[in-house]
């Protein structure tokens, strides 16, 4: 779907953020970005979004560059609108593109449900849980059934517990909407839980060390899977070697 | 504890009372509460009409300082040229002291009530104007990537994002220069009284000085405070309502 062809981007002041990076995202992909902080994550994850231009390198997606909708985009904060309804935030993609609210609300009601918020509408971000919020955020990116779901870090500032909920309901919608993931992560076991296809990178200069293929098929007794420790400990030596 | 402060005031007045009948002090010097009520009460309509021509020129000073102030703010947050253009001169109002140019605005508008309003507008046009540009800019830049993800055109983010998330700094400004105007609206008086020509209160206040009419003159003035007192407090109010319905406080 889309090929990163050896993008380079050194932000003013001479921060090398990413240097010579190559990936390539297919269909149906799920990737995690996983490294430590400053490593480049979320400059590539901006760049792919196209919110960030490289200075170096090309981007070439197949089928022709994407239109407003075809890239969903979740933060690591919820990054709502206060003063606007659940219902009124998952609208704001396709208000923007200048949909009525009445025509858009059957696709609104789908996302919400999807995310397990039926029931939620009317209520506002203040009277939702974090946990909660961020299932907002992520119905408002698939409201408008996006090839590309890109995720920065999205489960980070949530406890544990709320964290392998949304986890594992992540990997529902995935396989349900049948779009192509790029999951920003610190974490290896979120990584390992969670992608097809783990990209190890490292900082100074940002850059792409290794991939590792997963064949875990996560569940929820995944992570009581032998198999889920070894990849866990095949990425923590593989990450230690990158760094070293 | 909610009846501390009238508590307190009531003790203050008493006192003040009883110093003054006590030590006798004359009443041009220092009258007490009970003359300055009986000042009130010899011609109520006379002080409360005044008070209401100063309210009128306070109002209609706020009322243009808000749609001023917020129209360049919005105006600056959407063009660079217009935010260079603008910044220098709203900070140059800002420092420039009203009795300062007062009369000079007195002396170019020729109509005393659009001269009034125009020196109270220049008190409250910054508090509004300065808080309405930073809540302009105030949305989390995440917002505005995301905005920018799904091809938003300027008068989009605008309205549906730049101008929600002004609007509690632009009820916080209009609380405070709602004060502020109130003051250019005495300060303005009390430069053009002189001139002959004002019917609001701080003209009272003037009058009532030259003849020696000390309960008078302070009945002016505790009206003049209430006034203050009232429109802040009014203003916080409207404000916390206007933010409670929209679901953000
Ligand atoms: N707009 C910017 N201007 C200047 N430097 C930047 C900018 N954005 C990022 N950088 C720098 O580029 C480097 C990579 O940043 P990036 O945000 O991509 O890292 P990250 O891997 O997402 O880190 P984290 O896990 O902390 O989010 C860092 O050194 C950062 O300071
Ligand atoms: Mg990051």
Redesign the interface.
């Known amino acids: 779907m889309l090929t990163v062809s050896s993008v380079g981007r050194v932000f003013p002041g001479g921060i090398e953020a990413l240097r010579d990076t190559s990936l390539r995202m297919d269909e149906s992909d799920f990737i995690a970005l996983l490294g430590p902080s400053g490593c480049g994550k979320s400059t590539l994850l901006r760049l792919i979004a196209g919110l960030d231009q490289p200075d170096s390198g090309r981007l070439d997606w197949n089928g022709g560059p994407p239109v407003p909708g075809d890239i969903g985009f979740v933060f690591q904060d919820a990054t709502l609108l206060p003063w606007a309804t659940a219902e009124d935030n998952v609208f704001l993609p396709l208000r923007l593109r200048g949909m009525a609210r009445a025509e858009a609300m059957p696709q609104v009601q789908a996302a919400l449900h999807r995310v397990g918020l039926t029931g939620f509408e009317t209520a506002r971000p203040r009277a939702l849980s974090g946990g909660m919020r961020m299932r907002v955020s992520i119905a408002r990116a698939l409201v408008t059934r996006p090839r590309l779901l890109l995720m920065d870090e999205p489960f980070a500032a949530l406890d544990e517990f709320t964290r392998h909920k949304l986890q594992a309901d992540l990997l529902e919608v995935w396989k349900q909407a049948g779009c192509t993931v790029v999951f920003v992560t610190h974490s290896i076991y979120e990584a390992a839980f969670l992608a097809r296809r783990i990209v190890l990178m490292t900082p100074r200069p940002g850059k792409i060390a290794q991939e590792i293929r997963s064949s875990l098929v996560a569940a929820a007794e995944t992570r009581l899977d032998p198999a889920y420790a070894a990849l866990v400990a095949e990425v923590s030596r593989a990450m230690a070697e990158a760094l070293a | 504890m909610r009846w501390a402060p009238a508590l307190f005031g009531l003790l203050a007045l008493a006192l003040w009372q009883g110093a003054v009948w006590i030590e006798n002090v004359p009443v041009y010097v220092l009258p007490g509460p009970l003359a300055i009520v009986g000042a009130f009460m010899a011609d109520p309509v006379g002080l409360l009409t005044a008070l209401a021509s100063t309210l009128l020129v306070t109002f209609a000073a706020l009322f243009v300082a808000a749609v001023l102030g917020g129209a360049m703010a919005v105006a600056m947050s959407s063009s660079r040229l217009a935010q260079a253009a603008i910044q220098p001169w709203a900070v140059a109002l800002q420092v420039t002291p009203l009795p300062a140019i007062a009369p000079l605005i007195i002396i170019w508008v020729g109509n005393p009530f659009v001269a009034l309003v125009v020196c109270a507008t220049i008190v409250a046009f910054f508090p509004l104007f300065a808080n309405t540009a930073s809540g302009l800019a105030s949305a ?1 830049p ?2 505005d ?8 055109r300027r008068w ?1 983010t605008m309205a ?2 730049r101008l ?1 998330a002004a ?1 509690p700094y632009f009820l916080s400004g209009l609380r405070i220069s709602g004060g502020l105007a109130l003051v250019g609206a005495v300060v303005a008086e009390l430069v053009a009284g002189s001139g002959g020509f004002a019917s609001g209160l701080a003209y009272r206040i003037l009058e009532a000085s030259f003849r020696l009419e000390m309960p008078r003159m302070f009945a002016a003035l505790v009206l003049l405070a209430l006034a203050g007192i009232v429109l802040n407090f009014g203003l916080g109010a409207v404000g916390r309502m206007i933010l409670r319905r ?3 406080a």
């Open positions: 989390p995440e917002l990537d995301l905005f920018r993800l799904y091809g938003a989009q549906l994002l929600p609007l929209r679901g953000v």
